[in-house]
């Protein structure tokens, strides 16, 4: 079957558009994606800071680190 000339053009404004729909999607998702990289950095910063101060507080009461002893034993499972 045969497409009429505006049914040619119809389908034809139909792929442009949608292409361009998912061009747009596309970008916002890639968008999305970098704020999520950026705010696990600085989640992940703040935890590394906050060991290091728990790190200095058990040397300074002069006791075993038990966070560091758990992350161990979860890197081994």
Known sequence: ???????????????????KQ?????????EELAKVKDRLAELKN????AKQIYDGACKMLGIENDLEKEEEEEAGQ
Do not use: H, P, V
């Open 1 to 19: 079957m045969a497409l009429s000339k505006d049914q040619a053009q119809f389908y034809q404004q139909t792929l442009e558009m949608t292409r």
């Open 22 to 30: 998912i061009g747009d999607l596309n970008t916002q998702i890639e």
């Open 46 to 49: 703040a935890k590394d800071a």
